[in-house]
């Protein structure tokens, strides 16, 4: 071995850092606790120490950082929602992940390649006009392509599979992409820990003490802690988290599931999805093939895959590329989903004046994890609910102001 | 596969039957204020433990009550509508 080389492997002065410190001791209090230390919440907690300069934070993780929904989506990011209330904040959601890697001063991977949304009918085509009309509208490149665009852009889409569903079209949608999700929570958790926020993995929300319209405490499976202002951010326990708070949320939990292929050479570009097959495939960085994403048809709290899930999954993607066969899988899995009766998040305030609410994101919310946090960060620090959030309000569904994105989401995620 | 005991056809496959997810309390439309309708409507209950819920056996057309475990999603019973304590 050169000499050299050992030499500076047992320096003192070997570069070392550590980007997350170990957990450390609780405090008896914060000014803000968030709970859960998925994306949102660290996003949240990023955003509040460098923006707002609130480094009174501690964020409470009950497993290890980043290990609920962040760790388990499929990572599509795209704003081609419906509602223009959902694409104007998605589109800011995205616009943030062009910049992320230089903010967080780590290489997220946000690969921009464009979203490709298949329809096999008349009807689906009529709604992608809907949708794209929409989006060029408030500023997104959204648009319906024909049979023949389909092809250019991915040449090796089996167009007609024996009539009945056949390729008539597709929604294409260049600001569509992907980004590394582990490196998106890793990353802001990096840049909170450096301002002084406290990250607690292993450390359980058990329940609240609340006196009047305020919670005075979260208690924790290592103590109680005071806090001034409170997050919920806790992914598919959003429901089971906020009614120990007394706050019966609009929710519906339940598992959604994906797997990856072996990794093959580099062959597709873009994102695709068929709204009729409900499967949608993208090829990660590494070569594998990673195909969602379907939901379980009825109500669970568990991440336990099914083979009936997988065998859908395959048999779309298998539709789309025949030529997939063969290929094997390597990984597959579920997380659960906190899904809402529009698929649409709830965000802003609760019916205490200081929990806040970043809930609802079910099979959406990775896309969002900039954008929630930055405007959640706000909120907190403010007082005050921005606009750009007062349409995901939780007394929509007292107002019956529904933000309908089911059509958005049932596809591709 | 997932095996479903249906109350009229017997044990069969999972994927051969739909959820309509937990029973609501029935509401009278005269009486009902509008936080109630939305409470019926968006607020399904999702509480860890065991719901009664309706499922359909989707070949024969036939609703029916199941209880079962939102944790360890395990079919506790299945049983005819009819014989819902507390209910005609
Ligand atoms: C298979 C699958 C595919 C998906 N695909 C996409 C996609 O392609 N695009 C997209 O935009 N979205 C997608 N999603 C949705 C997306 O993953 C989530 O909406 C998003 O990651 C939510 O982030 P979060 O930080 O709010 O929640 P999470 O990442 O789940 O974090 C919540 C954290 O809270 C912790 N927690 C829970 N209870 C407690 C407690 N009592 N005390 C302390 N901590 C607690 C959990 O351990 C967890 O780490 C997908 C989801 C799944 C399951």
């Known amino acids: 071995m050169p000499l050299g080389l050992l030499k500076y492997g047992l320096s003192r002065d070997y570069p070392v850092s550590e980007d997350i410190p170990a957990t450390p001791a609780l405090k008896p209090s914060y000014d803000v606790v968030i709970i859960g230390g998925g994306g949102h919440g660290l996003s949240c907690a990023h955003h509040l120490a460098k923006y707002h300069g609130i480094t009174s934070v501690a964020v409470l993780e009950k497993g290890y950082l980043a290990g609920g929904n962040t760790a388990r989506n499929t990572t599509t990011i795209r704003s081609n929602y419906i509602t223009p209330q959902g694409i104007a904040f998605y589109k800011e959601g995205v616009a943030l992940f062009e910049t992320l890697s230089q903010e967080l001063d780590f290489n997220v991977m946000f690969s921009q390649r464009g979203q490709l949304t298949l329809a096999h009918s008349e009807a689906t085509l009529r709604s992608f006009h809907a949708r794209a009309e929409m989006g060029k509208h408030l500023g997104t490149r959204t648009e319906v392509v024909d049979q023949k665009a389909v092809q250019e852009l991915v040449p090796s889409l089996n167009m007609d599979y024996g009539g009945a569903l056949e390729i008539l079209g597709g929604l294409w949608h260049a600001d569509g992409g992907t980004a590394r999700h582990d490196a998106v929570a890793w990353g802001y958790a990096a840049q909170a820990s450096r301002r002084g926020v406290e990250i607690h993995q292993r450390t359980e929300v058990q329940g609240f003490e609340i006196a009047g319209d305020r919670v005075q405490a979260v208690k924790t499976n290592r103590g109680r802690i005071a806090c001034g202002q409170v997050l919920i951010a806790t992914g598919g326990m959003n429901y089971d988290v906020a009614l120990m708070a007394g706050v019966e949320l609009p929710i519906r939990c339940y598992p959604l599931q994906a797997m990856v292929t072996q990794p093959l050479k580099p062959w597709l570009n873009t994102l695709v999805s068929s709204v009729s097959l409900h499967t949608y495939l993208v090829q990660s960085s590494r070569g594998e093939v990673v195909i969602g994403g379907g939901s379980d048809p009825y109500q669970l709290y568990s991440t336990r895959s099914t083979l009936d899930m997988k065998e859908h999954l395959a048999e779309g993607a298998v539709h789309l590329f025949p030529f997939l066969q063969g290929v094997r899988l390597l990984r597959q899995w579920a997380g659960i989903t906190d899904m809402t009766p529009d698929n649409s998040p709830i965000m802003g305030a609760s019916p205490l004046d200081n929990l806040w609410l970043d809930c609802g994101w079910g099979t959406w919310g990775f896309k969002a994890t900039p954008v929630a946090g930055k405007r959640m960060a706000e909120t907190i620090a403010s007082g005050r609910v921005p606009d750009i959030l007062k349409p995901f309000a939780l007394e929509r569904f007292e107002t019956f102001q529904l933000l309908n994105e089911m059509g958005a989401t049932a596809a591709s995620h | ?88």
């Open chain 2, 1 to 88: 596969m997932k095996i479903m005991t249906c109350p009229m056809n017997g044990p069969r496959n999972i994927d051969e039957f739909q959820s309509f997810g937990p029973v609501r309390d029935e509401l009278d439309p005269e009486q009902t204020a509008d936080a109630d309708w939305s409470r019926h409507l968006f607020r399904a209950e999702n509480r860890k433990g065991v719901v009664v819920e309706w499922w359909r056996h989707v070949p024969s057309n036939y609703f029916f009550l199941a209880e079962r475990d939102l944790v360890s999603n395990e079919i506790i019973r299945t049983f005819d509508a009819s014989q819902r304590s507390g209910q005609s």
